[in-house]
């Protein structure tokens, strides 16, 4: 993924602070949930720790980019995308518990809510890539 690279800082390369924290998230995501190793195929708990893993993944990248978008934009619309940016995050929530909750009980539960996050989490860099061109909502006339 290009938001991953690497930037020259002035004390030389470095990877940026999400990058080493992606790098914890996929050598922990592996034993992602109640100690299962991800196995696509496996058993339920296997599946389970895949979309758990699957997850902490996309979530890592938003959260990367939602940084690298704070940093383009002027001091005064900043206030304005963390509100959306908090908003979005309870509603995914809010929408993935509603649309999984016949399931929870079941073995598959977690993988069903966690792919749904990790849906609406991908859908979210639409969102935020719209900061950074005109379509944005401070940019529109008031």
Not at 48 to 53: F, I, K, L, R
Not at 96 to 124: D, F, N, V
């Amino acid at each position: 993924m290009d938001i991953f690279k690497t930037h020259r800082s002035r004390t030389g390369w470095g990877r940026t602070a999400g990058g080493a924290a992606l790098s914890l998230l996929c050598a922990a995501g592996a034993h992602a949930q109640a100690g299962a190793v991800c196995q696509p195929g496996g058993t339920v708990a296997e599946t389970n720790a895949c979309a758990v893993q699957t997850y902490q993944q996309a979530d890592t990248a938003i959260t990367i980019l939602y940084g690298d978008v704070m940093r383009a934009l002027s001091a005064h619309e900043r206030p304005q995308l963390r509100q959306e940016q908090s908003a979005w995050q309870r509603e995914r929530v809010t929408r993935c518990k509603q649309s999984t909750r016949a399931t929870e009980a079941q073995p598959e539960g977690p993988r069903l809510y966690h792919e749904c996050l990790t849906a609406e989490t991908e859908a979210r860099r639409r969102g935020l890539m719209r900061w950074l061109t005109l379509e944005h909502p401070s940019a529109r006339p008031q």
